[in-house]
């Protein structure tokens, strides 16, 4: 699998010649482009014709020369002019500059690998240095005459060409000459495909076959004979429908098409890479996931709760336990690799920021919105400006570990605290009022302070006060603010002489629970910070030191470019401790000159943490501002203090007791304790650079934040404020969206079928297959939207159609016309995943556990598992019999069973599984410790039927929800014989287990 940001540039890269240099569009050159006039000495010339043109000659003429048929991205090597113009990517050469020439750095494989067929030699790269270095000496000559044409790239055309931008359609279900044979409208249209290509569609699979279908497509567990049994018996017309509404009402649904949408989104628990630290409690993702299948979510709120579920004024709420399940569909976009200690910092926040736009715009839009991170596509009505203008809904978003059982609750807590506290601050200064007391000037920030200012709590506004929970209140203190002091034997009420965030100990006590860690590397993670962390907004850093004027006791983590896992000496400088006697703290950020920055911090357990302001500067003029600082002078507060206490103590000390009294019982309210899951956190709203050829080290223009172009137009998007995930996910759920509704019915409709009519799921671009019923594409679609985009509605609509139940025996004249089955004249044999064929072994055995939820049972490992990072306790061989969704899942110790089955890598959206059939799958299941000892139980339970035509037929229809033929019947008689042994009946079992027919539907 390409990784999707530089797809396209992958494909040139095998390529002959400089490909990915290109800079600027060949059509912009005039044909009769003369070289420059510039002398060089001959020894120079002679060194440019023995030398460096026999190397561009050979390497670089077949695709970027003016006499190619395909230019390659628009740069030629042929003339000194077009070296130097470039194309795409800027100027290729700067003569008498090899070290700034982006050339040079291709040409030893520091960003783009040239030539592609293997790097030159040492002295032929050394060759082209010298030559650049000394001017790029160059005959006079005319340059040749350009026999390629570049296609310019325009969107709007792209968009018009291209099916998939085009307005959902909602045709009429077609007539067809067979009118007994559709039972939904959604056959017509496969049935008038098949008869205007005089075909017809296979028979009717047999009950039983239908039956076993649906369990395997719907919840991914066979039928028991019970089960069967009863389906045999249920002979009353709707006994179909009846099974049909069961199933999808069974919570192991969820957990079949929670394994489904797992594979959209790259779950993983761990971030792979050198030590696979955690991803801690993704597990709750997927937990989330499994609990919005079952309750049949619509997908726009499944959508909208995955890009912006921390943003909505009414969460969804858990019915039975009262948490926030919105917030939790944020998850996703943190689920991704993440790298411990970058040395470019940079780079690694945009490999993120790409592979999160990878994963959304695949797995919700069906486009590779990616592969224009360096260009604009290549292919598809996708620009540049659109793939930096969603990294801008990402710079402008954070990540945390939400308390998400306690969120709502605490929230209104905090409301009602803020309520209170506001108004008995009105009832104090209306005292003062009444006394005739003012509050004395505050002292301006010394001028130190004010020049090296990046911000002051005593002046910020709704916007910039940032905070992960409620601890530091509704607002920072301001200069003057009366506040409720409890630090002493009574209550008393103190007056703020400068403007500060302070956190409130009533909060003190909070605690994290149901955190499990396999490895975890990172120094953040160790922060008590879930729910108790204040933020900066975020800034650029212009000097070498940022200072904080602090008081308490904490920590303060300077979060740059986004980067949260450090391990390591490396980045260790971004974390600093706040001791209690400090007054200020500083981080020495030196080599983050020029990045984007913001601070957290979080106070020491039971402890409170005052954070006036910060600045930068040089060492000297933070040293300056400190001083200067140090210097203010609060006497007249101290006296104003003391004139408060002799005209109305008494009056202020019963104002204190009643405010703590009014607190009292709203604070008893506070749930301490809470589960943590990852999740988004608005941050400052911010606008991408767009990276000229994908390099974050070359940012271009500012591109305002919007959603595709194609598809919502130029302007830039209308947001009220902060990131604007909530308007992008209302973008991505609009009606007039062609792509959404497309995409996941197109989903179902494959995962149900096996292919979907758009058979590449995650790419409806021009890459893509075309679909093969477009018509019916849109008509799902369109119903879709009018059932309200319930996805257990369209399996329903789906299942029942005589195209689902349609038998996978085929017609030779069928085949002869359509052997790829494009027209649906057969429902094709569907292989089971590796989930679903594990599952059924335990089923099968007996020893299936149907726990719902919770963290994630360790993966088994193998002698051969091993490596950096490896799981210090292995998990059991069968996983303690819970279902494969609950099995761990570690980048780099992946399930071998489930890799040899397909199970994707974790890296990009796979909604189409590779379906390969190779002899590791018969070794594995003819081999594997885990198959042989499930065979052993299922033997053991066969045991307990007496007859041997019973047992016999027991597990036939355990395994196949069918009785055997005669045929098989005497075959199984003739092994088993008389032999009553359990070791027998063990290689009878697995010899059933190792069948085709156990890993397909047929």
Not at 359 to 381: E, I, N, P, Q
Not at 650 to 662: G, V
Not at 808 to 831: E, I, M, T
């Amino acid at each position: 699998m390409l990784r999707s940001h530089s797809c396209v540039n992958k494909i040139l890269l095998r390529l002959p010649g400089l490909v990915v240099l290109s800079l600027i569009a060949v059509g912009s050159l005039p044909l009769s482009l003369q070289a420059e006039t510039a002398d060089f000495p001959s020894e120079q010339l002679e060194f440019f014709e023995k030398q460096v043109r026999p190397l561009l000659s050979e390497h670089c003429y077949e695709c970027h020369s003016a006499g190619t048929d395909s230019l390659q991205a628009g740069l030629m090597v042929d003339s000194r002019s077009a070296l130097i113009e470039g194309g795409d990517s800027g100027e290729s050469i700067i003569p008498g500059d090899a070290e700034g020439s982006l050339f040079m750095e291709a040409v030893r494989w520091e960003s783009y690998e040239m030539p592609p067929k293997g790097k030159l030699p040492e002295p032929q790269i050394e060759t082209l240095s010298k030559w650049i270095d000394m001017g790029a000496p160059w005959p006079k000559e005319a340059a040749p005459e350009v026999r390629a044409e570049r296609k310019k790239f325009v969107l709007e055309e792209r968009a018009q060409e291209h099916w998939a931008w085009q307005p959902i359609d909602d045709p009429a279900p077609p007539s067809v000459n067979d009118e007994t044979w559709p039972r939904a409208d959604l056959d017509r249209f496969v049935l008038a495909k098949l008869e205007d290509n005089e075909l017809t569609p296979a028979a009717d699979a047999d009950r039983l076959a239908v039956m076993r279908r649906l369990y395997q497509d719907i919840i991914g567990l066979p039928p028991t004979p019970e089960q069967t049994h009863q389906f045999i018996n249920d002979t009353e017309p709707g006994a179909l429908e009846r099974l049909v509404d069961t199933l999808l009402e069974s919570p192991h649904y969820g957990e079949r098409w929670g394994r489904h949408w797992l594979d959209l989104v790259r779950y993983a628990e761990s971030r792979g890479h050198e030590f696979d630290d955690d991803a801690i409690n993704a597990f709750q993702y997927r937990d989330y996931v499994i609990r919005a299948f079952n309750a049949d979510v619509p997908h726009d709120q499944l959508v909208r709760e995955h890009i912006a579920g921390d943003l909505l004024d009414q969460p969804r709420i858990n019915p039975e336990d009262g948490f926030d399940e919105s917030i939790l569909g944020t998850g996703f976009w943190f689920l991704g690799e993440w790298v411990h200690s970058p040395v470019d910092i940079l780079k690694d926040e945009s490999d993120r920021f790409d592979n999160m736009v990878d994963v959304m715009s695949k797995a919700f839009l069906g486009v590779t919105v990616a592969c224009a991170r360096c260009h604009d596509h290549k292919f598809d009505a996708i620009s540049t400006a659109d793939y930096y203008s969603l990294t801008g809904f990402l710079q402008s978003s954070d990540y945390r570990q939400v308390r998400f059982d306690s969120i709502v609750a605490n929230r209104q807590v905090a409301e009602q605290l803020a309520a209170v506290d506001h108004d008995y601050r009105q009832q104090v200064r209306s005292l003062l009022a009444k006394q005739k007391l003012t509050l004395p000037e505050t002292p301006p920030l010394p001028e130190a302070v004010a020049n090296a200012l990046v911000l002051d709590f005593n002046d910020v506004n709704a916007n910039q006060f940032l905070q992960d929970g409620y601890i530091f209140g509704d607002r920072p203190h301001q200069a003057g603010d009366p506040f409720l002091n409890t630090s002493g034997d009574k209550p008393s009420i103190d007056f703020a002489s400068r403007g500060y965030a302070v956190n409130d100990p009533a909060w003190n006590g909070l605690k994290a629970v149901g955190q499990y860690v396999t490895q975890s590397r990172s120094k953040v993670a160790r922060l008590p910070r879930s729910g108790r962390t204040l933020r900066t907004p975020s800034f650029e850093v212009t000097g070498e030191i940022v200072g904080c004027s602090v008081s308490g006791a904490g920590h303060v983590v300077a979060c740059v470019d986004s980067h949260r896992l450090v391990a390591g000496p490396l980045h260790s400088e971004t974390i600093a401790s706040i001791k209690k006697d400090a007054s200020f703290v500083e981080l020495n950020l030196t080599r983050y000159k020029g990045h984007r920055i913001h601070l957290e911090f979080t106070p020491a357990k039971d402890a409170q943490l005052e954070v006036a302001y910060v600045v930068q500067g040089s060492p000297a003029e933070v040293a300056k501002a400190k001083a200067a600082a140090a210097e203010v002078s609060y006497e007249k507060w101290e006296a104003f203090g003391v004139e408060v206490d002799d005209q109305c103590g008494d009056q202020l000390a019963e104002l204190a007791t009643s405010w703590k009294e009014a607190r009292a019982p709203i604070e008893a309210t506070i749930v301490k304790k809470s589960r943590t899951a990852m999740a988004m956190l608005d941050g400052t709203g911010e606008d991408a650079h767009v990276y000229i050829r994908g390099n974050s080290a070359m940012p271009g223009d500012v591109e305002p934040r919007h959603f595709l172009t194609a598809i919502a137009g130029r302007e830039p998007m209308k947001i009220a404020s902060g990131s604007g995930r909530l308007e992008l996910a209302d973008n991505i759920n609009d009606p007039a969206n062609p792509l959404t509704s497309r995409v996941i019915v197109n989903r179902i409709w494959h995962y149900l079928m096996g292919r979907g009519i758009v058979p590449t799921t995650d790419d409806f671009g021009v890459l893509g297959q075309r679909p093969t019923h477009p018509e019916l594409l849109d008509h799902l679609a369109t119903q879709f939207l009018a059932d309200g985009r319930s996805i257990k509605s369209m399996i329903r609509h789906i299942v029942l159609s005589r195209t689902y139940q349609m038998s996978s025996q085929v017609d030779a004249d069928a085949v002869q016309a359509d052997p790829l089955n494009l027209l649906w004249h057969h429902r094709p044999p569907k292989r089971l995943e590796g989930e679903a064929i594990r599952d059924s072994l335990l089923a099968i055995g007996g020893n299936l556990n149907e726990t719902l939820y919770g963290p994630s049972v360790p993966v088994h490992l193998t002698s051969f598992m091993n490596g950096r990072g490896r799981p210090k306790k292995s998990g059991p061989l069968d996983g303690e019999g819970r279902r494969s969704i609950y099995v761990s899942i570690r980048r780099n110790f992946l399930s071998p069973f489930m890799l040899t089955f397909d199970t994707p890598v974790p890296f990009s959206t796979m909604g189409r599984r590779n379906v390969s059939n190779v002899p590791a799958q018969a070794l594995i299941l003819m081999n594997d410790p885990f198959v042989v000892a499930q065979a052993s139980d299922w033997a053991e339970r066969a045991m307990e039927h007496e007859e041997l035509t019973d047992r016999i037929e027991w597990m036939y229809v355990s395994a196949f929800a069918r009785k055997p033929t005669v045929a098989e019947f005497d075959v199984a008689m003739e092994f088993v014989g008389s032999d009553s042994s359990v070791d027998r009946w063990a290689a009878f079992a697995h010899a059933l287990i190792n069948t085709k027919e156990f890993i397909f539907l047929r």
